[in-house]
């Protein structure tokens, strides 16, 4: 078994190969081409943190991914990262353990950010220009500058809890730091990226034509939207069932607002886009599908059997 460093990963990460394979992953995820195992979760009330191992198979691949990552929040204030953990790579016709990619939750939150830049194209409204981006964490920074890259948007408002946070990062991004409401109101893209368990954004902060990308619920308790938005929206999301149980489409299901078979999976968008009306809001529920890190992973795991290291 290989054990593969956090520098060697990302020597081995092609950007451009990955978000077309977590593309692509969603698609045959969706047409019923892989095996996505259960997740797992565990959750740390005082920490406060998450562990989420998640595994998963694409059909006629020569390997699967399993993988462990950890998010504990005041991880920041001890001077380190929100984020860790690791995937294996594992022979699907021996089993055994090819590689170990100590990602330290780099490829997690990659892949993340990933979907969220495939997700905010697939709905995005023709002549937007200003993305919102709720939270200042890892994800609020990737996700920001993958989403304002890959859709040409030219203006970047920031808000979160902590205003410090919210300046540093919109200071990073070439952003502006602004309250909720106003994000809200001159936005035309939001993306949600926060652990919140109780609603950020209320009813009447949305207006007809928003679109919302949010990540945040990726667990079970968390919530980053008001239910009745869900009930007023069009909602696509990574994995029916996942959102289902524990995204922001189970708060609107559970209260009757919504029925599951309304839910466009992202795979399904991706083959047959839709041409939204331009007064529609649209929310983009993701969990995150362990189909993603398969595929995010395999891009590495090729990439090193590329390496000249690899071949000597």
Request: glycine content about 10%.
């Given at each position: 078994?290989?054990?593969?460093s956090l520098?060697?990963i990302?020597?081995a990460?092609?950007?451009?190969?990955?978000?077309?394979?977590?593309?692509?992953g969603?698609?045959?995820?969706?047409?019923?081409?892989?095996?996505?195992?259960?997740?797992?979760?565990?959750?740390?009330?005082?920490?406060?943190?998450?562990?989420?191992?998640?595994?998963?198979h694409?059909?006629?691949?020569?390997?699967?991914?399993?993988?462990l990552?950890?998010?504990f929040?005041?991880?920041p204030?001890?001077?380190?990262?929100?984020?860790?953990?690791?995937?294996?790579?594992?022979?699907?016709e021996?089993?055994?353990?090819?590689?170990?990619?100590?990602?330290?939750?780099?490829?997690?939150?990659?892949?993340?950010?990933?979907?969220?830049?495939?997700?905010?194209?697939?709905?995005?409204?023709?002549?937007?220009?200003?993305l919102g981006?709720?939270?200042?964490?890892?994800?609020?920074?990737?996700?920001?500058?993958?989403i304002?890259?890959?859709?040409?948007?030219?203006?970047?408002?920031?808000?979160?809890?902590?205003g410090?946070r919210?300046?540093?990062?919109a200071?990073?991004?070439?952003?502006?730091?602004?309250?909720?409401?106003?994000?809200?109101?001159?936005?035309?893209?939001?993306?949600?990226?926060?652990?919140?368990?109780?609603?950020?954004?209320?009813?009447?902060?949305?207006?007809?034509g928003?679109?919302?990308?949010?990540?945040?619920?990726?667990?079970?308790?968390k919530?980053?939207?008001?239910?009745e938005?869900?009930?007023r929206?069009?909602?696509?999301?990574?994995?029916?069932?996942?959102?289902?149980?524990?995204?922001e489409?189970?708060?609107?299901?559970?209260?009757?607002?919504?029925?599951?078979?309304?839910?466009i999976?992202?795979?399904?968008?991706?083959?047959?886009?839709?041409?939204?009306?331009?007064?529609?809001?649209?929310?983009?529920?993701l969990?995150?599908?362990?189909?993603?890190?398969?595929?995010?992973?395999?891009?590495?795991?090729q990439?090193?059997?590329?390496?000249?290291?690899?071949?000597?």
């Amino acid at each position: 078994m290989r054990v593969v460093s956090l520098p060697e990963i990302l020597a081995a990460l092609d950007e451009d190969a990955a978000l077309a394979a977590v593309a692509d992953g969603f698609r045959r995820f969706s047409a019923g081409q892989v095996q996505v195992a259960a997740v797992g979760h565990l959750a740390f009330a005082d920490a406060p943190g998450d562990c989420h191992i998640k595994s998963a198979h694409l059909a006629g691949d020569d390997v699967f991914v399993v993988k462990l990552a950890t998010s504990f929040y005041r991880n920041p204030g001890r001077g380190l990262s929100s984020s860790n953990g690791f995937m294996a790579v594992i022979s699907a016709e021996t089993g055994e353990i090819l590689a170990l990619l100590h990602d330290q939750g780099q490829l997690t939150d990659r892949r993340t950010a990933m979907a969220g830049a495939i997700a905010a194209r697939a709905i995005v409204r023709p002549g937007s220009a200003t993305l919102g981006v709720v939270g200042a964490g890892i994800q609020a920074r990737l996700q920001a500058r993958l989403i304002a890259r890959l859709l040409g948007l030219s203006s970047i408002l920031v808000w979160a809890r902590n205003g410090d946070r919210a300046a540093a990062l919109a200071a990073d991004v070439g952003g502006e730091a602004v309250g909720l409401p106003e994000l809200c109101d001159r936005a035309d893209l939001i993306v949600t990226t926060t652990p919140s368990t109780a609603p950020l954004l209320t009813a009447d902060m949305v207006r007809p034509g928003h679109r919302i990308v949010a990540v945040g619920a990726d667990g079970p308790g968390k919530q980053e939207l008001a239910t009745e938005i869900l009930g007023r929206a069009r909602i696509v999301v990574d994995s029916r069932a996942q959102c289902v149980d524990h995204g922001e489409a189970g708060w609107a299901v559970r209260a009757g607002l919504i029925d599951p078979a309304s839910l466009i999976e992202m795979g399904a968008l991706l083959d047959a886009p839709i041409a939204f009306d331009a007064d529609e809001i649209i929310v983009a529920d993701l969990t995150g599908v362990a189909v993603q890190d398969a595929a995010i992973a395999k891009v590495v795991w090729q990439g090193l059997q590329r390496a000249p290291s690899a071949r000597e």
